[in-house]
């Protein structure tokens, strides 16, 4: 199996920032790859699968951020991750954090 | 943004009662309200608003740890307590796990920058294992303050 390895570094759009619920979002995601996915704000690089991990990042709207994913589905990984990140993590009924911001 | 930035000790608890997500949500609020950090008539608001919250997502994070949270415009800085629960309550977690710590969390919605850095201040330290392990097995709510105090002075995490 190859050990490919991706990265995209992407600006945070969203409002409210990487807070609890798209860093939800962003591990759900990150899960259903079997490739390791790292995320890099500065000097911190973490697991782009937890939760607790990503909100320990407080990456605020304006923030730039580096996904990373190495393993066999790196590619689709990062390009699923980007796009949910760029879209300012749309919830279920497809509106944007921004519209529906409360939470 | 530290522990005693929005943790109003004097509403922290141990020994929570509830045995149900909006029970313990409750006993926090009540705790918030009797401490004098929130009004009665911000009761059902608010709770209804941490419901509505846990509705897109359980906040139970694993790991025996939940932060029920939401952002609210009657509070004007973020409002914060902590509890303990000796049996553990259901909470729909992510892991399946019941959850004995919660940190409860009201916001304005219109600082998102200090809500995210309460976020970032609790998730820092709950991922160091001494800091939930001696919250979980706290005895009264001044072991939780000192707790606080020494994660404020970062003696638990670099």
């Known amino acids: ?103 | 943004m530290k522990f005693c930035n929005f943790v109003k000790s004097e509403a922290i608890k141990v020994d929570l009662d509830a045995t149900t997500k909006e029970g313990v949500i409750r006993e926090l609020i009540h705790s918030l309200i009797a401490s004098g950090s929130l009004t009665a008539e911000q009761e059902e608001p608010i709770v209804q608003a941490i419901m509505k919250r846990e509705e897109l997502g359980s906040t139970g994070i694993g790991r025996g740890i939940a932060v029920p949270h939401t952002k609210h415009s009657s509070v004007g800085q973020p409002v914060g307590t902590v509890g303990v629960s000796r049996q553990g309550v259901d909470f729909q977690s992510l892991d399946g796990e019941k959850v004995q710590l919660f940190f409860l969390l009201i916001s304005p919605p219109d600082r998102p920058g200090d809500h995210l850095r309460a976020l970032e201040n609790i998730s820092k330290q709950l991922q160091d294992d001494t800091f939930c392990r001696f919250l979980k097995q706290s005895k009264t709510a001044n072991d939780v303050r000192q707790i606080l105090e020494e994660a404020d002075n970062n003696q638990f995490v670099s």
């Open chain 1, 1 to 103: 199996m190859t050990e490919e390895k991706q990265s995209a570094t992407i600006t945070i759009i969203n409002p409210q920032g990487l807070h609890m619920r798209p860093a939800y979002l962003f591990a759900e995601m990150a899960s259903r790859f079997s490739s390791r996915i790292e995320v890099v704000k500065d000097d911190m690089r973490i697991d782009g699968k937890s939760v607790l991990s990503i909100l320990t990042l407080g990456a605020t709207q304006g923030s730039q951020v580096a996904v990373e994913a190495t393993g066999p589905d790196a590619e689709a990984a990062v390009a699923e991750l980007v796009q949910l990140v760029t879209s300012g993590f749309p919830d279920e009924s497809g509106k944007t954090e921004a519209e529906a911001s409360h939470f």
